[in-house]
């Protein structure tokens, strides 16, 4: 069928989309025959889907979990004869047709795993009588705003501590050294792509054992659900990147300041999908000598959209220079800096259209960059989300 259509969002060509907003645009159809049609219209959808597979040969079992976010339509052409069967005759050329939808502001945002997805799309639906409905899709990103000054926990430093006793390799012995301990603190618990962590590490090695080296990670971990509540549950662990330091000899103490800057990733999610939940953590790996288990230490992160704009110094007796201070921080486009009691975007703070000005004078607004490790489990049509990337420090930047 010699059928052309393209879809285009106003004012949006990354295709990205704050929930809340009015996701606006137009819609081009081109024939090169007549056409008569029963209906055209619009679907504007989003969608999850988590599927794995466990056990091997014929024991093995497939499992699935969908839930839907979004599902709207407007029709183009025919929408009151479409139940009825009428017909209108296009002529061969071009046709424009214009489109929005409010996007309610619980959506989660777009994300791309092994196992799962949370897609949003456009579906544009020929409907020709006696052949296959003609449809062409267009992928757009949703980014669900995660406010990191809601939550005053996440202003505050990340500190963990972990004590690890070595015992001998021959069994004969029943006693063990004195602890290698590792303490590890970052300055606050929040940060958004593009923000750089500085993590601090002292390494008190009293042990017999020495550690040849620390592996830094950031991690990332998945958990897919077959529906709400569901304890039959797969977990997925990504690093999404790592770096390693000089060890610690026996007897020694050292100090480690290392940057980390978060690449474009997804916000933390652990409560507007049922079915995919995604947190973030610092993994921090000291390597000690085989037949010994390497001390491990997590430090919890939420990455968000919205960076924290005012870091207080605390009496902790780590270093706090004078550039910590976020004073002047960017929203995105057209979202409004109003954030209920649940870190939600009101319908009433979002403008009527994505084309509004910022609510504030803006000195860097973010960019935005493809997912970094975005996997996938769909068809060539897929498109990598996009996310929110912010060049701000929040703390100090010379690092070993």
Known sequence: MPINCEVHFDSNPAKVVYAGQVLSGTC????TEHLNVRSIFIRIQGTAHAQWQ?????????FTGDEDYLNERTYFVNRSTFYAGGETRLLAGSYTYNFQCMLPPGLPTSFEGEFGYIRYFTRVVIDIPLLPDQTFEQLF???KAVNLNADPALQAPVIAEKSKTFSPVLLCCFTSSPPMTILARIPVGGYTPGQVINLEINVKNESDQPASKFTIKLIKQVIYYVCENSTRQKHETIPIFEMETRGCDVG????????LEVPSIPPSNFSTSNIIKVKYSIRIIGSVPCFHINPIIDLPITIGTYPIQDITPTATGYPHPTDMAINSVILPPSVSQVFDQNNQLPYSAVPSAPSAPFPIPQDEPPSYMEAMQSATIADSNNLTPKYPMYNQRTSYSNGN
């Open 28 to 31: 081009r159809l081109t024939s």
């Open 54 to 62: 466990e056990g091997t040969g014929e024991k093995s079992k497939t």
């Open 141 to 143: 990103t949703v980014i």
């Open 252 to 259: 020694k103490e050292e100090d480690y300041r290392v940057n």
